[in-house]
């Protein structure tokens, strides 16, 4: 689900007449941002003498801007960041991202990591089975103002061949894994990423994408056992628990001392641009609700704590049924067994410990590029509604002795960048120093939710049929 963005042809000739300018003896910098509404990127500044310090300082928090930089390169002073980004796919995206943007949101972690480190990014090492995808990744990366942290990584095809090489001066401080989830999340060989690493690095923080598994949930939790005894710091990519208006919506929560009575999620994909066959494919990829729907199950969660599992219900719109007819989908879909076809819409209902009400609409409907997202939340007096968490995130609220609702916005929210920055400060100044706010063990738990709801529609399906 992309959106092109068009370079402006002045930024072009701007472009060319900064490489071209007589270098200082500082840095000098040209700072490109992307115009939203003109989805047109073009020159935001440039920085004639400066430091990475001061311009670090000039770039907004939470914005993403594109640097062009022009400096003498020495070797790098104080500590270094080893990291080791396990999935060509994130590098690939970072790429992609920047050129490409998204409805939903721009996810590649490289460039939130270069953001955050500067030049104490030092990737060692990019495992990734397509060596050719992971090589051209990285001669685009060695080939910008990044180069320090790309220029001696290896790339290795599996864990394995790259724990077999590792040297000891190269012991990474943290791993970044965005690999497809069906090689993890379990302690069977070939699906055991977690425990090939734990066992020859132990102690290593893990940074691991969502969903953490596609296999049994029990095996998911076995996993999470293992990382808990094994004591590395986890954060998994829940990344809507770092927007701003979330961490509002706990703080009116915790605040007013309220339990939640109700939540409902409300996630509307668009799917005329999806075009990935897998992804249609249950057989390939554990479906919509496990692989998508997952982060507002999460939020759920967030909010009104643990779901009674056995409460789950649900219903699917299956592709077969007289409305599950899609007129859009963007390649042939006979090309996948009709019994892997995903449903069109699921709708689940279920009890939380305290006995508050969860329910979740999924749904496979819209056309054009934006998703419709929104979820409401009602405890006593008070309505709390997330809208567009993933585009331009906004809390409606409600509050008692007033019938309007406040509107509360943090315009340039990153919770991408939130997300890297609290784990990589979690690294650098001890566990305390800014919350990881998605644990393995909790992120398992939001796994199991979306499995309970995943089998109860499929269960419902086949009692109708
Ligand atoms: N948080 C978010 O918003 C967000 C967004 C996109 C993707 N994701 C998650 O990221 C993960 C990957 O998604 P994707 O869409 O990039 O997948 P993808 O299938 O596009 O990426 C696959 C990449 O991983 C490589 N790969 C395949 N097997 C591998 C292995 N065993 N080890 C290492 N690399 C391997 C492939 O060569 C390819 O480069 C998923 O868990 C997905 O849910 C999260």
Redesign the pocket.
Request: hydrophobic share 15%; aromatic share 8%.
């Given at each position: 689900m992309s959106t092109t963005v068009d370079i402006d042809p002045t930024l072009l000739q701007e472009l060319r007449t900064f490489r071209l300018k007589k270098s200082s003896s500082k840095t000098a910098a040209a700072v490109v941002k992307i115009d939203k509404k003109k989805l047109l990127m073009v020159m935001d500044e440039i920085y004639d003498s400066t430091t990475l310090d001061e311009l670090v300082e000039e770039l907004p928090e939470h914005s993403p801007r594109f640097i062009v930089l022009s400096y003498e390169l020495h070797h790098e002073h104080g500590r270094i960041s080893y990291v080791i980004d396990?999935?060509?796919?994130?590098l690939?995206?970072t790429i992609l991202r920047e050129r490409l943007g998204s409805d939903?949101?721009p996810?590649n972690h490289t460039f939130r990591l270069e953001h955050k480190l500067g030049p104490r990014l030092k990737v060692t090492a990019l495992?990734?089975?397509?060596k050719e995808?992971a090589e051209k990744v990285l001669e685009t990366k060695r080939n910008s103002f990044v180069l320090s942290a790309y220029k001696d990584t290896v790339v290795y095809p599996s864990a394995q061949a790259y724990i077999a090489d590792l040297k000891p001066e190269l012991h990474p401080h943290v791993i970044w894994v965005?690999?497809?989830?069906a090689?993890r999340g379990s302690m069977a060989p070939g699906h055991d990423l977690e425990r090939v690493l734990t066992d020859i690095l132990p102690g290593v923080p893990l940074f691991i994408?969502?969903?953490v598994a596609t296999g049994p949930v029990e095996d998911a939790f076995e996993v999470a056992d293992m990382l808990i005894n094994s004591g590395n710091l986890v954060s998994v990519?829940y990344?809507l628990r770092y927007l701003k208006v979330v961490q509002k919506m706990k703080q009116i929560l915790d605040e007013n001392n309220l339990e939640v009575m109700s939540v409902n999620a409300r996630y509307i994909m668009a799917y005329e641009q999806t075009a990935k066959l897998d992804w249609w494919d249950k057989s390939q990829n554990p479906g919509p609700i496990v692989?998508q729907a997952t982060h507002f199950c999460d939020l759920c969660r967030y909010f009104a704590g643990e779901v009674d599992l056995d409460s789950v219900s649900a219903h699917a719109l299956e592709y077969n049924e007289p409305a599950g007819k899609l007129s859009k989908i963007p390649f042939d879909e006979s090309l996948i067994k009709p019994e892997n076809r995903i449903p069109r819409i699921t709708a689940a209902t279920w009890k939380f410990e305290t006995g508050a009400v969860g329910s979740l609409t999924h749904a496979v409907a819209l056309q054009g590029h934006n998703y419709s997202t929104e979820l409401d939340l009602y405890a006593d007096g008070h309505m709390l509604r997330l809208v567009d968490p993933y585009n331009n995130p906004v809390l409606y609220f409600r509050r008692p002795g007033d019938d309007h609702e406040e509107i509360v916005r943090y315009p340039n929210d990153d919770p991408f960048f939130s997300e890297v920055s609290n784990l990589i400060d979690c690294i650098e100044h001890g566990p305390n120093a800014a919350p990881i706010l998605s644990s393995y063990e909790d992120a398992t738990k939001t796994y199991a939710l979306t499995w309970a709801i995943r089998m109860a529609s499929e269960r419902s399906t086949k009692k109708v049929a």
């Open positions: 396990i999935r060509d796919g994130e690939s995206d939903e949101g996810w495992i990734d089975p397509s995808r965005g690999s497809p989830p090689y994408e969502k969903p990519g990344m692989e």
